[in-house]
Nanobody, 122 residues
Framework: QVQLVESGGGSVQAGGSLRLSCAASGWRYFMGWFRQAPGKEREGVAGMNAGGSPRYADSVKGRFTISQDNAENTLYLQMNNLKPEDTAMYYC???????????????????WGQGTQVTVSS
């Protein structure tokens, strides 16, 4: 069983930055970040995979960076140049498989955190 706890969300103005953290128990999994805006489906933002290079959604490439600290069992999402359309609930997730192709697919993830809200104002 994996437990995931996100933190770091908040309210910022457009152009600002936030860093999300996800503390994980059980670090034998591949991790990813997802988000869900009101009235929209949950979408993959960034995902680690067995290939080594993280996969990013096109909408966040060049602005978001996913990383992990294995010693601290913590996953991060550094978000720069935030836009109002980044407003959403952000979720940390874990999966046992490491496919690059499904790194942004929620069906491939078995464990989910409770989410942390990010609000970007214009």
């Amino acid at each position: 069983q994996v437990q995931l706890v996100e933190s770091g969300g908040g309210s910022v103005q457009a152009g600002g930055s936030l860093r999300l953290s996800c503390a994980a128990s059980g670090w034998r999994y591949f991790m990813g970040w997802f988000r869900q805006a009101p009235g929209k489906e949950r979408e993959g933002v960034a995902g680690m995979n067995a290939g080594g290079s993280p996969r990013y959604a096109d909408s966040v490439k060049g602005r978001f960076t996913i990383s992990q600290d294995n010693a601290e069992n913590t996953l991060y999402l550094q978000m720069n140049n935030l836009k109002p359309e980044d407003t959403a609930m952000y979720y940390c997730a874990a999966r046992s498989g490491g496919s690059w192709f499904s790194a942004l697919q929620q069906y491939d993830y078995n464990y989910w955190g409770q989410g942390t809200q990010v609000t970007v104002s214009s």
